[in-house]
């Protein structure tokens, strides 16, 4: 038998509670899972977002037990003795309720994201910023199409194309938390991919919105993104490189790494 502890709201956030679903916890089941069930068997107005079940789809990232996780990546057994996160806490992410940590798997909404219902965020602001740093590359102007990059220039960026744009970084940022013009962690990873790719030819543009006043000149450095991220993306990584190249330091062509 598990508890889980859901954060609960109606539409647009308003009137939060807490409520408590005990559940069968099958060998395997993860969290997703066990949402699925309280939907099926106990209350199916919970509201929660997933698609893949796969860790691919970067739908399902939540707050479990205060730590920023894919629920479809994170299993109930064994929660409790989990290597802790260690992330730096801040206002959104703070205790906002009591809960039992051996007996109670606490799961809320990610943070720094308005909630629309129980667990789901509107993720309008996460994806305003992706769409501003222009993630796409346009075709050479000779007409001759992409050129090809070498086995060196895709190992320096390509970790950064790993994201799934499950917002984990965005949620578990205390800057996203107190500045609401910061582009986050994820926009950032994915600004450094195309600076650091020696086919791009706007680079003047791409670095001009990166080393503005909402891009890595407002990172901190407190690594939560790094330990959140459920790829090992690292965006952190990415903001340092960015960083370097406004502070006149190394080349746009190589890479950085924690
Ligand atoms: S950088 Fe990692 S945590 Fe952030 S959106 Fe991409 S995959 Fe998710
Ligand atoms: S449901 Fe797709 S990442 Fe979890």
Redesign the pocket.
Known sequence: MMRLKVRRSGPDGKSVTYVTYDIDAAPGMTVLDALFEVQESQDDSLGFRYSCRGAIC?SC?MTINREIRLACRTQLAGLAQAKPMNLRGFGALEARVEWERASEVLVEPLPNLPVQKDLMVDLTKFFEAYRRIRPWMDAREDGRGFSKMSPDDCARVEKYAN????????GSCPVCDKDPEYLG??AL?WSYRFIGDPRVKDLKDRLGLASGREGAPDCEFVYN?VK????A?A?ASAIRALRDLMEGRGSRLKGQDL
């Open positions: 970067g990232a994201c799934i744009l499950c917002a984990a970084c965005f962690p994820a990873a993104c959140a991220c459920p790829k993306v965006p």
